[in-house]
Antibody
């Protein structure tokens, strides 16, 4: 199992950025995928999740209305479109594979190495 | 709001010694508790899920216990690769992580 996250960059406040995560080693469309972030000096924060078939998405209140999670199961790739970025969105963003699909109690069994998003003028 | 509190913040241990890390939840999370090992710059790694079940490939020196609001991760004999930051994670009510315990070489 491997998840490779990418796309992090320096972006100005109010700007946009799209993160990608390439997955391999498992049947991608049968697992819920999430994004988790860690701001400098802070703890881990769950950001968003999407079911295996892409039919349902979930967001933390801190990003609702600004971020959009999506997936392309034909390419085994997960995305996070981030709009209206703010300084407090600065963080390392991790692509995460959940333990199963449609699970009310999922843990995170595989993580990417993380990609750094810096929001600054 | 669910809060996960880990203690201590830093644990200084000599190689070969035992390390005991604690995690407390502000309300019951049943056994829906996981532990992760993380070295900065690397991918976090799942150690324990369901409070006490070792993930695939995790050595037997790692053990988890507890339920409800009190949890413990024990590393029976620290190896060099075990010096890292450890996070607990409750997945009973959404997802909440503890602030981490850094295990450093004494």
């Amino acid at each position: 199992v491997q998840v490779l996250d990418s796309g992090g960059d320096l972006v100005r406040p109010g700007g946009s950025l799209r993160l990608s995560c390439a997955a391999s080693g498992f049947t991608f469309n049968t697992y819920t995928m999430s994004w988790v972030r860690q701001a400098p000096g802070k703890g881990l924060e769950w950001v968003s999740a999407i079911y295996g078939n892409g039919g349902s998405t979930f967001y933390a209140d801190s990003v609702k209305g600004r971020f959009t999670i999506s997936r392309d199961n034909s390419k085994n790739t997960l995305y996070l479109q981030m709009n209206s970025l703010r300084a407090d969105d600065t963080a390392v963003y991790y692509c995460v594979k959940e333990s199963s699909d449609y699970n009310p109690y999922p843990y995170f069994d595989s993580w990417g190495q993380g990609t750094l998003v810096t929001v600054s003028s | 709001e669910m809060v996960m509190t880990q203690s201590p913040a830093t644990l200084s241990v000599s190689p070969g010694e035992r390390a005991t890390l604690s995690c407390r939840a502000s309300q019951s999370v049943s056994s829906n508790l996981a532990w992760y090992h993380h070295k900065p710059g690397q991918a976090p790694r799942l150690l324990i899920y369901g409070a006490s079940t070792r993930a695939t490939g995790i050595p037997a020196r790692f053990s988890g216990s507890g339920s409800g609001t009190e949890f413990t991760l024990t590393i029976s004999s620290l190896q060099s690769e075990d010096f890292a930051i450890y996070y607990c994670h409750q997945y009973n009510h959404g997802h909440t992580f503890g602030q981490g315990t850094k295990v450093e070489i004494k």
